[in-house]
């Protein structure tokens, strides 16, 4: 490897939203300069939560989106590696030998699981939820990646990982390397309804390709101080979702200062706030809906994208996964067998 790999990615269940954007994907746009970067679209992790047959057959079209997101919120599209898990079988090769070096203890240890089979509507946990970070481990690994950007969330998962790399590297030799994490300087953005972090299925999220209308109308129904009935009342600014998404997405720090001022003292109502809101997420955007609209006019592109990089993805892994099988003796042991059946075949068809 020419340079330190990077492996990062989402399930494709939608279009991005702002909460991806500050979890993770900005952090991509500034780390794809530095490392050699392999983009994972997670189809296969998304069955853990989402398997019905209609889930599956919008899995194309939001890959599309997906990686559209990522390539309009400012990835160079000749710096980074897109690919769809499903279409490496050898990802789950890797995953069958990786479950092996962790217990089912451990990984119930990890805490997002739990939210994760919840926020699905799961009165119990799908065995393939439980091993969700054996099989991001394989992932990881598969490439060699050796960082890897997340939000608080993923960073129990990565850790799993870590821990397969040593126990694998302990057990058969160094193959692995075992990957840092680069957490998000800002790990979860609230949704819109202060409710919970961004997410699609709470409809709480801002999309990044929303039009400047749609931004405006969501930050406008946006929950703000529920004590706080007019606009002399004082307000709390701490805890408050429209301030919280100031702080990210406004660029001029005297401005949120002094809008927090006023309304610590009941001297703005919340409409002049969010309207400063709404034109700092709509300048934030203007950019990234520029850069959606030059890929979606040349149709076809991303998708070849997507099969340059599945086809360069799973060679890779494939070399991988010869380096696993040969470390661990897998090959030899089949390769003694094999040669003691043709020995039996010669002896067989030798006349006596």
């Not at 990984?107 to 699981?113: D, M």
């Not at 007019?230 to 949120?256: C, I, K, M, Q, W």
Request: glycine share 8%; with cysteine.
């Amino acid at each position: 490897m020419s340079a330190a790999r990077m492996l990062t990615g989402d399930r494709p269940t939608g279009r991005l939203h702002l909460g991806h954007y500050v979890g993770s994907i900005a952090n991509r746009v500034k780390l794809h300069q530095r490392y050699e970067s392999f983009f994972i679209i997670a189809d296969l992790h998304m069955l853990t939560t989402r398997n019905g047959r209609e889930d599956i057959e919008q899995v194309s079209r939001n890959a599309r989106e997906m990686v559209t997101d990522i390539l309009a919120a400012g990835v160079e599209p000749d710096r980074a590696t897109f690919y769809l898990q499903s279409a490496i079988p050898e990802v789950g090769d890797l995953n069958t030998l990786f479950q092996n070096l962790v217990t089912v203890p451990r990984l119930e240890r990890v805490p997002s699981l739990k939210e994760m089979s919840r926020d699905a509507g799961k009165e119990e946990m799908p065995y393939g939820l439980l091993g969700y970070p054996v099989l991001q481990a394989a992932d990881i690994l598969c490439v060699k990646g050796q960082v890897v950007p997340v939000g608080k969330d993923n960073a129990a998962h990565v850790e799993v990982t870590r821990e397969i790399a040593r126990r694998f590297n302990h057990l058969y030799g160094e193959v692995f390397p075992v990957p840092e994490m680069i957490m998000s300087e800002t790990p979860t953005l609230v949704g819109t309804d202060g409710a919970g972090k961004m997410s699609k299925s709470r409809g709480n999220a801002i999309a990044l390709s929303d039009d400047p209308a749609t931004v405006r109308r969501k930050v406008m129904g946006m929950y703000t101080d529920p004590n706080r009935v007019r606009a002399d009342v004082p307000g709390t600014v701490e805890g408050n979702p429209v301030f919280a998404y100031l702080d990210v997405f406004h660029t001029d720090r005297a401005t949120v200062e002094e809008l927090k001022g006023r309304y610590r003292a009941g001297r703005v109502g919340d409409v002049e706030v969010k309207e400063e809101l709404a034109g700092a997420l709509n300048r934030f955007l203007d950019p990234v809906r520029e850069r959606r609209a030059r890929f979606e006019g040349q149709p076809g592109l991303v998708d070849e994208l997507i099969v340059e990089g599945t086809e360069r993805t799973r060679a890779e892994v494939r070399r991988t996964l010869v380096e696993v099988r040969r470390a661990m003796g897998l090959t030899s042991a089949y390769t003694q067998v094999r040669r003691r059946a043709e020995r039996y075949r010669k002896a067989v068809d030798t006349p006596a």
